[in-house]
């Protein structure tokens, strides 16, 4: 049964995290233009990590690539999909380089690892050694998605969250939620505080794709959809507090 917009299923509350996974599309850098990085994003979105690292939580980032080339929309216009999937992956590195050098301008300690081994630039990806990252205090952005054609960075998300075993997903978007419908363009749209997995998959919501959805309830992962550039909006929902939509 689909929970009434605004109150969601009732069982669960919300509670304090300690080690999580923040997933960022590439749009969310990009700023008016719609397409490159905008550094000032950068230092916005680099100020609000630092807020929630300095409070001793671990934090994990994924990096979509679509501000600067989108795997799916290449394979669209004729490209090969699976070598338009290998730029995207390298789009993303980009991205995580970006918020890398601005991490580090806020004096947060950060590795960058990468699903295709590039030595120059970033770690190759091991498990083990992202976890001990993460105990350490570093912060890690996981680049070049699974690594994988034909797999998006949202599954990757919800893959690299289980690996390194953080307590939730949390999906950065442009609206604070999950609405009924799309409220940029439908103002009688409402928010769901919860929904389940399977609301999410049945009724097609538009949150992280299927696959990535499917991971995380085989694996009891939560995800958490918030809107990023509601400032402070990070360190509430680290705090248990109730932001955005909690899909469990």
Do not use: W
């Amino acid at each position: 049964m689909t929970p009434e917009p605004g109150k969601g299923k009732a069982a669960s509350p919300r509670r304090p995290y300690r080690r999580i996974l923040l997933k960022l599309s590439g749009e969310a850098l990009a700023g008016p233009a719609g397409y490159g990085i905008d550094t000032e994003i950068l230092k916005v979105l680099a100020a609000e990590v630092k807020e929630v690292h300095g409070q001793g939580i671990q934090v994990g980032v994924v990096l979509g690539g679509g501000n600067i080339f989108r795997g799916l929309s290449g394979a669209t216009k004729g490209m090969d999909r699976a070598s338009a999937d290998y730029m995207g992956m390298l789009a993303t590195v980009l991205n995580c380089l970006a918020l890398q050098d601005a991490l580090e301008r806020e004096g947060v300690p950060t590795r960058v690892q990468s699903a295709i081994e590039m030595q120059e630039l970033a770690e190759p990806y091991i498990r083990r050694k992202a976890v001990r990252h993460l105990e350490k205090g570093r912060v890690v952005i996981f680049g070049a998605g699974t690594g994988n054609p034909y797999f998006t960075t949202d599954t990757t998300a919800a893959l690299r969250g289980m690996e390194v075993g953080v307590e939730v997903v949390l999906k950065a978007t442009k609206v604070d939620g999950v609405y009924t419908a799309d409220p940029l363009t439908d103002k009688s749209a409402n928010r769901y505080e919860e929904l389940t997995y399977l609301d999410v998959l049945q009724q097609g919501l538009k949150v992280m794709d299927s696959t990535a959805i499917s991971l995380c309830m085989d694996n009891n992962l939560p995800i958490i959809v918030f809107n990023m550039n509601n400032r402070g909006a990070l360190r509430e929902i680290v705090a248990g507090k109730p932001v955005g939509t909690l899909i469990h």
